[in-house]
């Protein structure tokens, strides 16, 4: 399978057609922004981490009989996916206080939370991705009940299924970002999971293991990555 023309290049990942109108090759940088685009840098070696990363959790996923847009790995930076029309959602869930939800609340960083949480923002650069419910995503015709409802279940079905995976590689799962895509009249995963997307910590000393030591000017941010990629095996 081949790359043809660009047709998108994202602050992450750069997005190109194939010869299979249902396919296009997804290319991981390791280009890094925080703070909707603001801050930028490098982070060496992320875009083959996140891009095998990703690949290993949704194929899990998969196996735990969630659909996702992974067709085949073709290197260390590239895939091959399905073509979705991604639901201009974000779904964050949470596990553990942290980031946004602890500043907008007051409550301390690494707060277990009674149960998951599930929020959406308006995947919308130009506004910076705002905080909506269900009822704003229905009135702008963003998705449709039905659709909100299957998102709602495969997310918390994918909080399960990373909680226990992490837990494994003695990694706790904070919280995470991801995204879906209708194909075929259904509506599947798409996007990536990583430690872009995800706040990971170690289990024991609660240690950050993700973006937020770029976003935090934390350094150790190359570390953190392959440290993550290290434990769950793939290194
Ligand atoms: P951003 O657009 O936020 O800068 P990326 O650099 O990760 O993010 O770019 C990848 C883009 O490709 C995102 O807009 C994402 O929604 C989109 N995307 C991810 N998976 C698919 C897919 N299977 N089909 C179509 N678009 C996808
Ligand atoms: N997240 C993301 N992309 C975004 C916003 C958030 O991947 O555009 C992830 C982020 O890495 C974290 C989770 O979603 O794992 C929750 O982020 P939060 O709302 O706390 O926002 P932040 O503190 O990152 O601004």
Not at 16 to 42: M, R, S
Not at 101 to 122: D, V
Not at 142 to 171: R, S, Y
Request: overall charge negative.
């Amino acid at each position: 399978m081949e790359k043809l023309e660009l047709l998108y290049e994202g602050k992450a990942k750069k997005v190109f057609k194939t010869e299979d109108p249902d396919v296009l090759i997804v290319d991981y940088k390791d280009d890094a922004t925080a703070f909707n685009g603001l801050k930028k840098g490098t982070i060496v070696g992320k875009g083959a981490i996140n891009n095998r990363m990703t690949n290993y959790v949704f194929k899990l996923l998969e196996k735990e009989g969630v659909p996702t847009h992974l067709v085949e790995e073709l290197s260390d930076r590239e895939t091959a996916v399905k073509k979705v029309e991604i639901v201009p959602l974000e779904v964050i869930i949470r596990n553990i206080a942290a980031g946004s939800f602890s500043k907008k609340l007051g409550i301390e960083e690494g707060t277990p939370l009674l149960q998951p949480t599930l929020e959406f923002s308006y995947k919308n650069d130009d506004l910076g991705d705002p905080f909506i419910n269900s009822y704003y995503a229905l009135a702008l015709g963003l998705a449709t009940q039905e659709e909100i409802d299957k998102i709602t279940k495969m997310a918390f079905k994918v909080n399960e299924v990373m909680k226990k995976f992490f837990a494994e590689a003695g990694i706790e799962l904070v919280d995470f970002k991801i995204e879906f895509g209708r194909y075929k009249g259904d509506i599947i995963l798409a996007d990536e999971v990583s430690p872009d997307t995800c706040r990971l910590w170690d289990i024991n000393t609660h240690e950050k293991l993700d973006k937020d030591r770029f976003r935090r000017d934390m350094g150790g941010v190359e570390d953190a990555y392959q440290e993550v990629f290290k434990r769950i095996g793939l290194a």
